[in-house]
């Protein structure tokens, strides 16, 4: 919109303190070594919905650049590949045990895979290698709330009342991280 000048705009002054220079740190070895599976995630481990995959599909078709394959056939090929990719994510996992950031990588996996359980578990793994952990707090929100979406009614308010409880933890332990306020 910006480059196609459909409206004007104006980028507001930013305040002194934020525009100080960037903090550059280095990663530990655990963390370059997942790098890129925070890349890949985003593209295996999420799979469209039949209404999403829809969507899209009839997007491309006005564009005049129909899809390929049918729903069943992409979600065949998309789970085979995420589950493939898991699997490799599982056995990198298993070699820094001890490290937290490993499992919240792969708590974030598991919650954007929708395997609610298995996030709370690696989130908890990562809790206790380092309570204070914003990241691993903020995946066993998100795991409690996903199971509390797919609980019954009894369960549901429990659930989701202790989701929201480890999202503020999360908050409380890094402010400046927007993660945690969804």
């Not at 789970?79 to 490290?99: G, Q």
């Not at 019954?152 to 993660?179: C, I, M, S, Y």
Request: glycine fraction near 4%; aromatic fraction near 8%; charge should be neutral.
């Amino acid at each position: 919109y910006i480059e196609g000048g459909s409206f004007p705009y104006k980028a507001p002054p930013l305040p002194p303190e934020v525009e100080k220079a960037p903090t550059i740190n280095p990663l530990t070895v655990v963390e370059a070594d997942f790098l890129e599976d925070h890349i890949v995630m985003e593209r295996l481990a999420r799979i469209s919905t039949r209404e999403e995959y829809e969507a899209w599909s009839k997007m491309r078709e006005k564009q005049g650049r129909p899809l390929k394959k049918d729903f069943e056939a992409y979600l065949k090929e998309e789970t085979e590949a995420r589950d493939n990719w898991m699997k490799e994510l599982d056995r990198r996992v298993a070699r820094f045990a001890n490290d937290p950031y490993a499992w919240t990588v792969k708590a974030h996996a598991e919650c954007m895979a929708k395997k609610y359980s298995a996030c709370l578990s690696s989130a908890d793994r990562a809790l206790g290698l380092k309570s204070d952990d914003w990241c691993a707090q903020l995946r066993k929100a998100q795991a409690l709330v996903g199971l509390a979406s797919q609980a019954d009614d009894g369960a549901r308010v429990a659930l989701a009342k202790d989701g929201r409880k480890w999202a503020l933890q999360a908050n409380k332990n890094n402010p400046t991280a927007h993660e945690p306020l969804l």
